[in-house]
Protein backbone atom coordinates (compact mmCIF):
# COMPACT_ATOMS: atom_id res chain seq x y z
CA UNK A 1 0.00 0.00 0.00
CA UNK A 2 1.36 3.37 -1.27
CA UNK A 3 1.45 5.74 2.31
CA UNK A 4 1.65 9.01 -0.74
CA UNK A 5 -1.19 10.23 -0.99
CA UNK A 6 -0.83 11.54 -4.28
CA UNK A 7 0.18 8.36 -5.68
CA UNK A 8 -2.32 6.22 -4.44
CA UNK A 9 -4.84 8.38 -5.29
CA UNK A 10 -3.87 9.46 -8.62
CA UNK A 11 -4.49 13.44 -7.96
CA UNK A 12 -2.82 15.73 -9.73
CA UNK A 13 -1.93 18.54 -7.33
CA UNK A 14 -1.14 18.27 -4.01
CA UNK A 15 -4.42 19.78 -2.60
CA UNK A 16 -7.64 18.35 -0.37
CA UNK A 17 -11.16 20.06 -1.07
CA UNK A 18 -11.81 20.59 2.60
CA UNK A 19 -14.79 18.87 3.41
CA UNK A 20 -17.24 21.79 4.55
CA UNK A 21 -20.35 20.55 5.49
CA UNK A 22 -23.08 22.62 4.49
CA UNK A 23 -21.50 24.10 1.70
CA UNK A 24 -19.73 21.03 -0.65
CA UNK A 25 -22.53 20.34 -3.43
CA UNK A 26 -21.87 17.26 -6.03
CA UNK A 27 -20.96 19.77 -8.70
CA UNK A 28 -18.40 21.39 -6.50
CA UNK A 29 -17.13 17.81 -5.63
CA UNK A 30 -17.13 16.67 -8.96
CA UNK A 31 -15.37 20.19 -10.17
CA UNK A 32 -12.51 19.59 -7.41
CA UNK A 33 -11.87 15.98 -8.51
CA UNK A 34 -11.46 16.72 -12.24
CA UNK A 35 -9.45 19.79 -10.97
CA UNK A 36 -6.83 17.69 -10.28
CA UNK A 37 -7.21 17.51 -6.13
CA UNK A 38 -9.04 14.92 -4.19
CA UNK A 39 -13.06 16.19 -3.26
CA UNK A 40 -14.54 15.97 -0.21
CA UNK A 41 -17.96 15.32 0.77
CA UNK A 42 -19.29 17.21 3.72
CA UNK A 43 -21.56 14.92 5.44
CA UNK A 44 -21.54 15.69 8.84
CA UNK A 45 -24.98 17.05 8.88
CA UNK A 46 -26.12 14.15 6.60
CA UNK A 47 -28.72 11.37 7.06
CA UNK A 48 -27.48 8.12 5.95
CA UNK A 49 -29.98 8.08 2.62
CA UNK A 50 -28.90 11.57 2.04
CA UNK A 51 -25.54 10.67 2.36
CA UNK A 52 -25.61 7.63 -0.29
CA UNK A 53 -27.35 9.83 -2.86
CA UNK A 54 -24.64 12.46 -2.41
CA UNK A 55 -21.90 9.78 -3.11
CA UNK A 56 -24.28 8.60 -6.17
CA UNK A 57 -24.79 11.63 -7.27
CA UNK A 58 -21.04 12.06 -7.93
CA UNK A 59 -20.75 8.85 -9.25
CA UNK A 60 -22.47 9.57 -12.19
CA UNK A 61 -20.24 12.85 -13.23
CA UNK A 62 -16.77 11.48 -12.50
CA UNK A 63 -15.14 7.99 -11.95
CA UNK A 64 -12.14 9.69 -9.90
CA UNK A 65 -11.88 9.12 -6.03
CA UNK A 66 -12.91 11.14 -3.57
CA UNK A 67 -13.90 11.45 -0.13
CA UNK A 68 -16.25 11.55 2.39
CA UNK A 69 -15.71 13.54 6.22
CA UNK A 70 -17.69 12.11 8.78
CA UNK A 71 -18.72 13.94 11.93
CA UNK A 72 -18.02 11.51 15.17
CA UNK A 73 -21.02 11.72 17.67
CA UNK A 74 -20.02 13.10 21.28
CA UNK A 75 -22.51 12.06 24.42
CA UNK A 76 -23.47 15.61 25.46
CA UNK A 77 -26.08 16.02 28.82
CA UNK A 78 -27.78 18.93 28.19
CA UNK A 79 -30.54 20.18 31.27
CA UNK A 80 -34.03 21.10 29.66
CA UNK A 81 -33.52 24.65 31.84
CA UNK A 82 -30.05 25.48 30.40
CA UNK A 83 -31.62 24.52 26.84
CA UNK A 84 -34.35 26.83 27.26
CA UNK A 85 -32.10 29.58 28.71
CA UNK A 86 -29.94 29.25 25.59
CA UNK A 87 -32.90 29.42 23.21
CA UNK A 88 -34.50 32.81 25.55
CA UNK A 89 -30.88 34.57 24.55
CA UNK A 90 -31.49 34.18 21.09
CA UNK A 91 -35.54 35.23 21.34
CA UNK A 92 -33.82 39.57 20.29
CA UNK A 93 -32.01 37.96 16.93
CA UNK A 94 -35.09 36.26 15.69
CA UNK A 95 -37.58 39.31 16.36
CA UNK A 96 -35.61 40.69 14.18
CA UNK A 97 -35.77 38.53 11.32
CA UNK A 98 -39.51 38.33 11.80
CA UNK A 99 -39.43 35.34 13.59
CA UNK A 100 -40.45 35.89 17.09
CA UNK A 101 -40.43 32.04 17.87
CA UNK A 102 -39.42 29.15 15.82
CA UNK A 103 -39.16 25.26 16.11
CA UNK A 104 -35.87 23.64 16.62
CA UNK A 105 -35.90 20.07 16.64
CA UNK A 106 -32.76 18.33 18.07
CA UNK A 107 -30.34 16.70 15.79
CA UNK A 108 -30.36 13.17 15.27
CA UNK A 109 -27.17 11.55 13.77
CA UNK A 110 -26.76 8.47 11.84
CA UNK A 111 -22.71 8.07 12.10
CA UNK A 112 -22.95 4.26 12.30
CA UNK A 113 -25.50 3.68 9.18
CA UNK A 114 -23.58 6.43 7.53
CA UNK A 115 -20.15 4.21 7.81
CA UNK A 116 -22.46 1.51 6.46
CA UNK A 117 -22.81 3.26 3.49
CA UNK A 118 -19.07 4.20 3.26
CA UNK A 119 -18.75 1.02 3.04
CA UNK A 120 -21.43 -0.66 0.29
CA UNK A 121 -20.56 2.45 -2.08
CA UNK A 122 -17.39 1.31 -2.33
CA UNK A 123 -15.73 4.64 -0.96
CA UNK A 124 -11.64 4.59 -1.09
CA UNK A 125 -11.07 7.29 1.46
CA UNK A 126 -13.09 8.17 4.79
CA UNK A 127 -11.58 11.33 7.13
CA UNK A 128 -13.32 12.08 10.76
CA UNK A 129 -13.42 15.43 12.60
CA UNK A 130 -14.39 16.10 16.20
CA UNK A 131 -13.25 13.01 17.32
CA UNK A 132 -11.46 9.25 16.51
CA UNK A 133 -13.95 5.77 15.38
CA UNK A 134 -14.39 3.18 17.62
CA UNK A 135 -11.88 0.33 17.36
CA UNK A 136 -14.39 -1.78 15.65
CA UNK A 137 -15.41 1.11 13.19
CA UNK A 138 -11.91 1.21 12.19
CA UNK A 139 -11.89 -2.46 11.72
CA UNK A 140 -14.73 -2.84 9.15
CA UNK A 141 -13.14 0.38 7.36
CA UNK A 142 -10.13 -1.20 7.06
CA UNK A 143 -11.36 -4.57 5.90
CA UNK A 144 -12.98 -2.93 3.12
CA UNK A 145 -10.12 -0.87 2.13
CA UNK A 146 -10.67 2.34 2.98
CA UNK A 147 -7.95 4.75 3.82
CA UNK A 148 -8.58 6.76 7.01
CA UNK A 149 -8.16 10.53 8.04
CA UNK A 150 -7.90 11.80 11.41
CA UNK A 151 -8.02 15.20 12.13
CA UNK A 152 -6.09 17.32 15.04
CA UNK A 153 -5.48 20.60 16.48
CA UNK A 154 -2.63 19.45 18.95
CA UNK A 155 0.17 17.42 19.00
CA UNK A 156 -1.46 14.77 21.34
CA UNK A 157 -4.53 14.43 18.88
CA UNK A 158 -2.33 13.43 16.47
CA UNK A 159 -0.32 10.95 18.21
CA UNK A 160 -3.62 9.76 19.44
CA UNK A 161 -4.89 9.42 15.42
CA UNK A 162 -2.29 7.54 14.93
CA UNK A 163 -2.29 5.06 17.64
CA UNK A 164 -6.21 4.76 16.42
CA UNK A 165 -4.54 3.00 13.06
CA UNK A 166 -5.57 6.57 10.95
CA UNK A 167 -3.88 6.48 7.44
CA UNK A 168 -2.95 9.82 7.93
CA UNK A 169 -3.83 12.70 10.11
CA UNK A 170 -5.26 16.36 9.03
CA UNK A 171 -3.18 19.44 10.94
CA UNK A 172 -5.17 22.45 11.64
CA UNK A 173 -3.73 25.47 12.49
CA UNK A 174 -5.49 28.33 14.31
CA UNK A 175 -5.66 29.98 11.29
CA UNK A 176 -8.35 27.32 9.58
CA UNK A 177 -12.02 28.80 9.04
CA UNK A 178 -14.76 26.85 10.06
CA UNK A 179 -15.28 24.54 13.36
CA UNK A 180 -12.35 23.60 15.53
CA UNK A 181 -11.42 19.88 15.04
CA UNK A 182 -10.40 19.57 18.57
CA UNK A 183 -11.63 16.28 20.61
CA UNK A 184 -9.41 16.26 23.58
CA UNK A 185 -10.92 19.57 25.69
CA UNK A 186 -7.62 21.60 24.46
CA UNK A 187 -8.76 24.30 22.63
CA UNK A 188 -5.63 25.69 22.02
CA UNK A 189 -5.45 27.90 18.96
CA UNK A 190 -2.04 26.61 17.32
CA UNK A 191 -0.63 28.70 14.41
CA UNK A 192 0.06 26.14 11.58
CA UNK A 193 3.88 26.61 10.91
CA UNK A 194 4.32 25.90 14.48
CA UNK A 195 1.84 23.09 14.92
CA UNK A 196 3.01 21.40 11.76
CA UNK A 197 6.78 21.49 13.29
CA UNK A 198 6.01 19.66 16.34
CA UNK A 199 3.76 16.99 14.35
CA UNK A 200 6.30 16.29 11.94
CA UNK A 201 8.77 14.92 14.72
CA UNK A 202 5.77 13.22 16.70
CA UNK A 203 4.37 10.59 14.20
CA UNK A 204 5.05 8.79 11.26
CA UNK A 205 1.72 8.76 9.14
CA UNK A 206 1.58 10.99 6.04
CA UNK A 207 0.62 14.68 7.40
CA UNK A 208 -1.89 17.14 5.50
CA UNK A 209 -2.00 20.46 6.64
CA UNK A 210 -5.04 23.09 7.03
CA UNK A 211 -5.67 26.58 8.42
CA UNK A 212 -5.09 29.63 6.05
CA UNK A 213 -3.60 28.31 3.65
CA UNK A 214 -4.60 30.99 0.39
CA UNK A 215 -1.83 31.44 -2.32
CA UNK A 216 1.03 29.22 -3.70
CA UNK A 217 3.51 30.44 -1.30
CA UNK A 218 2.00 28.83 1.69
CA UNK A 219 0.91 25.84 -0.01
CA UNK A 220 4.58 26.03 -0.71
CA UNK A 221 5.72 26.31 2.61
CA UNK A 222 3.78 23.95 4.27
CA UNK A 223 4.71 21.22 1.76
CA UNK A 224 8.50 22.19 2.57
CA UNK A 225 7.55 21.86 6.09
CA UNK A 226 6.71 17.79 5.86
CA UNK A 227 3.17 18.04 4.55
CA UNK A 228 2.37 15.23 2.00
CA UNK A 229 -0.73 17.98 0.90
CA UNK A 230 -2.62 20.52 2.18
CA UNK A 231 -6.08 20.81 2.75
CA UNK A 232 -8.05 23.88 1.44
CA UNK A 233 -11.37 25.55 2.44
CA UNK A 234 -11.67 29.19 2.33
CA UNK A 235 -9.92 29.84 -0.82
CA UNK A 236 -12.25 28.01 -2.89
CA UNK A 237 -15.45 28.88 -1.15
CA UNK A 238 -16.46 31.66 -3.78
CA UNK A 239 -16.03 29.46 -6.80
CA UNK A 240 -18.84 28.88 -9.31
CA UNK A 241 -19.29 25.89 -8.36
CA UNK A 242 -19.44 26.10 -4.42
CA UNK A 243 -23.04 25.80 -2.78
CA UNK A 244 -21.88 28.44 -0.28
CA UNK A 245 -24.86 30.72 -0.61
CA UNK A 246 -24.73 34.22 -2.45
CA UNK A 247 -24.47 36.35 0.67
CA UNK A 248 -22.24 34.25 1.79
CA UNK A 249 -19.79 34.63 -0.85
CA UNK A 250 -20.22 38.30 -1.57
CA UNK A 251 -18.70 38.93 2.36
CA UNK A 252 -15.96 36.43 1.77
CA UNK A 253 -14.90 38.54 -1.18
CA UNK A 254 -15.33 41.92 0.16
CA UNK A 255 -13.72 40.52 3.64
CA UNK A 256 -10.71 42.69 4.48
CA UNK A 257 -7.49 41.15 6.61
CA UNK A 258 -8.45 40.71 10.59
CA UNK A 259 -11.71 39.89 9.87
CA UNK A 260 -12.17 36.54 11.46
CA UNK A 261 -12.68 35.82 15.25
CA UNK A 262 -13.17 32.87 16.94
CA UNK A 263 -16.46 31.85 18.30
CA UNK A 264 -18.99 29.57 19.70
CA UNK A 265 -21.85 31.30 19.29
CA UNK A 266 -23.71 29.72 16.03
CA UNK A 267 -23.28 25.93 16.89
CA UNK A 268 -22.09 25.83 20.55
CA UNK A 269 -18.42 24.40 19.15
CA UNK A 270 -15.84 26.99 18.70
CA UNK A 271 -15.32 28.15 14.98
CA UNK A 272 -13.50 30.47 13.24
CA UNK A 273 -15.70 33.11 11.17
CA UNK A 274 -16.19 36.64 10.19
CA UNK A 275 -17.34 38.74 12.54
CA UNK A 276 -21.00 40.07 12.47
CA UNK A 277 -23.29 41.10 14.35
CA UNK A 278 -24.67 38.16 15.79
CA UNK A 279 -21.38 37.29 17.31
CA UNK A 280 -21.16 40.28 18.90
CA UNK A 281 -24.50 40.28 20.15
CA UNK A 282 -24.27 37.13 21.80
CA UNK A 283 -21.16 37.23 23.38
CA UNK A 284 -22.07 37.01 26.88
CA UNK A 285 -25.17 34.98 26.15
CA UNK A 286 -25.58 32.27 27.28
CA UNK A 287 -24.57 29.17 24.76
CA UNK A 288 -25.70 25.28 24.67
CA UNK A 289 -23.23 22.97 24.08
CA UNK A 290 -22.63 21.57 20.48
CA UNK A 291 -25.23 20.18 18.63
CA UNK A 292 -27.79 21.51 20.63
CA UNK A 293 -26.59 25.52 20.10
CA UNK A 294 -26.27 24.48 16.53
CA UNK A 295 -29.66 23.21 16.59
CA UNK A 296 -31.04 26.47 18.26
CA UNK A 297 -29.59 28.73 15.57
CA UNK A 298 -30.52 26.80 12.22
CA UNK A 299 -33.69 28.92 11.82
CA UNK A 300 -32.19 32.28 12.25
CA UNK A 301 -29.52 31.11 9.86
CA UNK A 302 -31.56 30.27 7.33
CA UNK A 303 -34.31 32.88 7.74
CA UNK A 304 -30.63 35.48 7.78
CA UNK A 305 -30.10 34.00 4.38
CA UNK A 306 -33.12 33.85 2.61
CA UNK A 307 -33.40 38.04 4.01
CA UNK A 308 -29.82 38.34 2.59
CA UNK A 309 -28.61 39.87 5.89
CA UNK A 310 -25.34 38.28 6.51
CA UNK A 311 -24.67 39.98 9.80
CA UNK A 312 -26.81 37.25 11.33
CA UNK A 313 -25.56 34.24 8.95
CA UNK A 314 -22.51 31.92 9.84
CA UNK A 315 -19.75 33.09 7.61
CA UNK A 316 -16.92 30.61 8.21
CA UNK A 317 -13.65 31.79 6.93
CA UNK A 318 -9.83 31.28 7.49
CA UNK A 319 -7.64 34.08 8.43
CA UNK A 320 -6.26 34.43 4.92
CA UNK A 321 -9.98 34.87 3.67
CA UNK A 322 -9.02 38.27 2.26
CA UNK A 323 -7.28 36.71 -0.45
CA UNK A 324 -10.23 34.29 -1.42
CA UNK A 325 -10.81 35.07 -5.23
CA UNK A 326 -14.04 33.43 -7.59
CA UNK A 327 -14.02 31.96 -10.83
CA UNK A 328 -13.87 28.43 -12.27
CA UNK A 329 -12.52 26.29 -9.28
CA UNK A 330 -10.12 25.05 -11.86
CA UNK A 331 -8.77 28.10 -12.32
CA UNK A 332 -8.16 28.79 -8.87
CA UNK A 333 -6.35 25.51 -8.14
CA UNK A 334 -4.16 26.35 -11.17
CA UNK A 335 -3.00 29.54 -9.70
CA UNK A 336 -2.57 28.37 -6.37
CA UNK A 337 -0.30 25.60 -7.92
CA UNK A 338 1.27 27.50 -10.77
CA UNK A 339 5.04 26.99 -10.65
CA UNK A 340 4.87 24.82 -7.76
CA UNK A 341 7.70 22.45 -7.62
Avoid at 152 to 162: F, N, P, S
Avoid at 191 to 204: G, I, K, N, Y
Avoid at 244 to 268: D, R
Wanted: charged share 20%; with cysteine; aromatic share 8%.
Amino acid sequence: MSRDIMTRFEIKHPIIQAPMAGVTTPEFVVASAEAGILGSIGAGYLSAEETRQFIGAIKEKTDKPFAVNLFVPEQVEMQQLYLREAYEALQPIGKQLGMPFWKAPLSEFQFDEQVQVVVEEGVRICSFTFGLPDAETIRLLKDNDVYLIGTATTVEEAKLAEQAGMDAVVVQGSEAGGHRGSFTGEFTLIPLDELLREVVAAVQIPIIAAGGIANKEQLASALSAGAQVVQIGTALLAADESGAHPVYKKAILSASEGCTVVTNAFSGKLARGIRNQFIYEMKDAVIAPYPYQNDLTKEIRKAAAQQGKQEYMSLWAGESVHLTTGGKLKDIIESLCHSLT
